[in-house]
C-alpha cells in the first residue's frame, strides 16, 4: 500500500515569509498527524485530525500556524509568518487509531524546513 | 510536552553486541510504542507493547514494560550496522485516541 506522503520534502524561507505543507494519509486512515521536530529532539505534537475534525490543537502556536483537513483526507500545514525557530522538520503522520483504541502511526518522510 | 525519555542519550557498540535503550515516562498509558528514525528519514513503527503486557518480541527485537515504575526499554540482540539510527519511544496515553508522546531519542550507532 502507498505511504504518507508530504510534499515539499525542503524549503527554505526567509523570516517573515509564509509556507505551506502538504500531506496524503494513507487512504482509509481517519487520523491525521502533524508533528514538529526539531534537531536533536523527539516529533512534537502539533495539531490531530480525527476525519476533517480537530481532536487536539493544544500544541499549536495559533498566531502563526493553521492546519486544515479539507473532506477528511488530505491536509496543509501553514505558517504565516515564519519565525527562525520555526526551521525543523514537519512531519505527517496517519493511523487507523479512533475513540476507542491506540494503533500504530505511518509517517511520511518529513518536509525539512529551514528559516534564514 | 514530552513525556517520554529516552537513557542513554547515544550508544555506540559493535556489530554482533546487544543494544539496550531504556524509557521513563511520567503518567498512566494506554501502550507504548518504539520507533526508529534513520537520518533524514521518517519515523518507522518497530513494536507496540500494552499496558497489560509485561514483554514482547519481534525478531531481534525484545520490548519490556513496567507500569509500576514507568519504565520500557527495548533490546536489539546481535546488532548490525544497518541498526544504526535514531530510537524513539512514544507512549499513548490512558485516553484512548489520544496522540503518541515521543521522548528525545537514544542515538545508536553500529560500527562493523
Known amino acids: 500500500e502507498a505511504g504518507v506522503a508530504q510534499s515539499p520534502r525542503y524549503k527554505i524561507i526567509e523570516k517573515r515569509q509564509s509556507v505551506a505543507f502538504w500531506c496524503n494519509p494513507i487512504?482509509?486512515?481517519?487520523?491525521l498527524y502533524w508533528y514538529q521536530q526539531i534537531l536533536g529532539q523527539g516529533p512534537k505534537l502539533l495539531i490531530q485530525f480525527q476525519n476533517n475534525g480537530v481532536v487536539d490543537d493544544s500544541q499549536l502556536p495559533k498566531d502563526r500556524f493553521s492546519a486544515e483537513r479539507l473532506k477528511g483526507v488530505d491536509s496543509t500545514l501553514k505558517i504565516q509568518p515564519a519565525k527562525l525557530e520555526d526551521s525543523a522538520v514537519y512531519l505527517c503522520?496517519?493511523?487507523?487509531?479512533?475513540?476507542?483504541?491506540?494503533?500504530?502511526?505511518?509517517f511520511g518522510q518529513g518536509t525539512r524546513l529551514t528559516v534564514v | 510536552s514530552q513525556q517520554g525519555e529516552e537513557d542513554p542519550q547515544a550508544l555506540s557498540i559493535q556489530e554482533g553486541e546487544n543494544a539496550t535503550m531504556n524509557c521513563s515516562y511520567k503518567t498512566s498509558i494506554n501502550n507504548l510504542q518504539w520507533y526508529r528514525q534513520n537520518s533524514g528519514r521518517g519515523l518507522v513503527h518497530l513494536i507496540l507493547?500494552?499496558?497489560?503486557?509485561r514483554e514482547k518480541h519481534s525478531g531481534r527485537l525484545r520490548v519490556t514494560l513496567d507500569t509500576s515504575k514507568k519504565s520500557s526499554s527495548l533490546l536489539i540482540t546481535a546488532s548490525r550496522a544497518a541498526d544504526t539510527a535514531s530510537y524513539f519511544c512514544?507512549?499513548?496515553?490512558?485516553?484512548?485516541?489520544?496522540?503518541?508522546?515521543f521522548g528525545k531519542g537514544t542515538t545508536l550507532s553500529v560500527s562493523s
Open positions: 512514544a507512549t499513548a496515553p490512558g485516553q484512548a485516541g489520544t496522540a503518541l508522546i
Open positions: 503522520a496517519s493511523s487507523l487509531v479512533g475513540r476507542r483504541r491506540n494503533t500504530e502511526a505511518f
Open positions: 487512504s482509509g486512515h481517519a487520523t
Open positions: 507493547i500494552r499496558s497489560n503486557e
